[in-house]
């Protein structure tokens, strides 16, 4: 937050006084900050007490009255497709609900209506599950065309290049899961249509934190698992599918739940719903889903949305005071963060540690972080604070 000469701005005052008293707020729905100083939310974040009650209470129910009262449930699941479309500017008919990121990218994958010759190209410093689905097209005749990260920099003329008229897909993260580097996303997307090929975003590392409208921006597929920014449990993601796309991927994995009118049950019953639901198939993550739910409904009252997430600047603001810290204690950070392209994912290395070392001693030391990409990672939420960044600072030092 900026710092406030004076008494003469007493509405600027206010208004940075507001922002922290919601920052408290939010950091008091997160009670893991009790115990730890938690800066892996890139890897599995905590919960939010909004989101442990709504499973508690599913789990009270489940135990009780088992499916009597499974219609409510299934309201609850249908309010995290409503809120997730609401996140991202889609509408419900866009919206699948999933069990990961893995999955939703598979949609794409092996739905889509490949030629031998077709190729996708994607980048090589991709999280696995953005990666393998594409290799695993080769039986089919489908290159995958892999695209050079230098310091995590990310290239749009390298893409550009790598791209020819058998382009058919461009696979991207729109944040990398050790770099930090955010994608521009418009641009990358009418990079994609430019070259008459879809952009299917990876994003996990972004979606909670900063605003991305899909229909403005241009995306034609997305896939993101709820247990990183988000702040949902595990096992309980979103698939986007642009509605012009719908019949143009073969939906896998067909179930009961793929169909109109799906508590009929009927043998004939073989119409496919007009919505991204076909790709849901059989019985859902229930306790999952309403898990996510109470997260996404969380972040969207604390100001996350599509065209502006109230999240943003303190998570940004955040990231740069940890490398500022890290730095002065002769920290070197690894990857290239310009400010439009920044996050609070920020990857180092100290003097001649191992980063095993580092994160032993700091989770000694009551902080939580990952060893990524060569390095120790932190991952900050908008709960954390300029404290525990401190405190990290110190144990890095003394590690």
């Known amino acids: 937050m900026p710092v406030i000469d004076g008494v003469a701005n007493e509405s600027l005052r206010g208004l940075v006084g507001s922002v922290n008293s919601r920052l408290d707020e939010f950091r008091r729905q ?13 890897a599995v974040a905590p919960l939010p007490l909004p989101t442990a009650e709504a499973i508690r209470a599913w789990l009270d129910t489940a135990t009780v009255d088992g499916d009597v009262v499974w219609p409510r ?6 309010a995290a497709r409503r809120h997730a479309a609401a996140m991202i500017h889609a509408d419900l008919t866009e919206i699948a609900l999933v069990p990961n990121t893995t999955s939703g990218i598979h949609l794409v994958a092996e739905g889509y209506p490949w030629q031998a010759g077709d190729n996708v190209v994607s980048l090589d410093n991709e999280f696995p599950s953005n990666s393998l689905p594409w290799h695993n ?14 310091q995590g ?5 390298a893409i550009a290049e790598a791209c020819d008229g058998r382009t058919r897909v ?5 944040v990398g899961y050790a770099s930090g580097w955010r994608l521009d996303v418009p641009q990358i997307a009418q990079l994609a249509h430019d070259h008459k090929a879809l952009l299917c975003l990876d994003a996990i590392q972004g979606m909670g934190v900063y605003p991305i409208d899909v229909q403005a921006f241009g995306v034609d597929f997305l896939a993101a698992d709820g247990h990183k920014w988000m702040l949902g449990p595990e096992g309980a993601g979103v698939f986007y599918c642009r509605a012009e796309h719908l019949d143009r991927l073969r939906p896998l994995g067909l179930g009961w739940h793929s169909v109109e009118n799906p508590h009929h049950f009927r043998h004939d019953n073989r119409e496919l719903r007009r919505a991204a639901s076909r790709y849901e198939g059989g019985t859902q993550n229930m306790c999952g889903c309403i898990g996510l739910a ?3 409904k969380l972040l969207s009252d604390f100001g996350v949305g599509p065209q502006i997430s109230h999240l943003q600047d303190p998570v940004l603001t955040l990231g740069d005071y940890a490398v500022e810290r890290l730095v002065a204690i002769g920290a070197r950070v690894l990857y290239e963060r ?9 990857t180092f290395a100290y003097r001649d540690r191992t980063a095993d070392v580092i994160r032993r001693a700091c989770l000694d030391a009551g902080i939580v972080v990952s060893c ?18 401190d405190r990290l600072a110190q144990v890095v030092a003394a590690a």
């Open 73 to 78: 449930w299934q309201q609850q699941v249908e």
């Open 372 to 389: 990524r990409g060569g390095g120790v990672r932190i991952s900050l939420h908008a709960y954390n604070t300029t404290d525990e960044i």
């Open 170 to 174: 461009i696979a991207a993260s729109w």
């Open 30 to 42: 997160m009670p893991v900050h009790r115990k730890w100083a938690y800066m892996d939310h890139a």
């Open 338 to 346: 310009p400010a439009k392209h920044r996050t609070s994912i920020i």
């Open 153 to 157: 920099r990310i290239d749009l003329d």
């Open 294 to 296: 109470a997260s996404l």
């Open 137 to 150: 097209l080769a039986a089919r005749g489908v290159e995958l065309r892999t695209v050079p990260v230098i």
